[in-house]
T-cell receptor, first 114, second 108 residues
């Protein structure tokens, strides 16, 4: 499968723990996006990268959230001191070259905070 | 404010009936709009975008700036069209802003 890959598929954690998710975009896609989706809602934008530069962050991204894309390839999203409200599907998407290209989504990481 | 509204959570039709999934947007500039679809157990994927003026799987969508709408239509629904449909607007920062989605259920 040469699509966007996200790991893990599921993560169950206890409140207060830190979690990290990984996204491997389609090769040569220079834009990478993180979205969060809760039940009954559409995907909500969190942040995006162009190559290794983080260009935009949503107000939804509290200081407990941090995202990196160190070499402009894969990206990680870390949530520190998880809260029950962080339970959601975290989606990664990538697009080639310019902002006007369509987004290719991964299967997501389902986070459950107990 | 940049916003996408999909007023229907669920739309249920019989096979062969026409389908219209509603989408309204709020955007101050010239909008760029999309429909994304998620079939059961599959990834979210692009269905169509207004700039392409294309028909995909029999679906079309016309941008109506006067009514700030981008409704998705298909004249004859098929069972395989059953899915979640999301309308999306490209925001001023380049990211996509999604509506809450409409679940289309096509009954045999």
């Amino acid at each position: 499968d040469t699509g966007v890959s996200q790991n893990p598929r599921h993560k169950i954690t206890k409140r207060g723990q830190n979690v990290t998710f990984r996204c491997d975009p389609i090769s040569e896609h220079n834009r990478l996006y993180w979205y969060r989706q809760t039940l009954g809602q559409g995907p909500e934008f969190l942040t995006y990268f162009q190559n290794e530069a983080q260009l935009e962050k949503s107000r939804l991204l509290s200081d407990r959230f941090s995202a990196e894309r160190p070499k402009g390839s894969f990206s990680t999203l870390e949530i520190q001191r998880t809260e029950q409200g962080d339970s959601a599907m975290y989606l990664c998407a990538s697009s080639p070259r310019t902002a006007n290209e369509k987004l290719f989504f991964g299967s997501g990481t389902q986070l459950s905070v107990l | 404010a940049q916003r996408v509204t999909q007023p229907e959570k669920l739309l249920s039709v019989f096979k062969g009936a026409p389908v219209e999934l509603k989408c309204n947007y709020s955007y101050s500039g010239s909008p760029e709009l999309f429909w994304y679809v998620q079939y059961s157990r599959q990834r979210l994927q692009l269905l169509l975008r207004h700039i392409s003026r294309e028909s995909i799987k029999g679906f079309t969508a016309d941008l109506n700036k006067g009514e700030t709408s981008f409704h998705l239509k298909k004249p004859f629904a098929q069972e395989e069209d059953s899915a979640m449909y999301y309308c999306a607007l490209r925001g001023s920062q380049g990211n996509l802003i999604f509506g809450k989605g409409t679940k289309l259920s096509v009954k045999p």
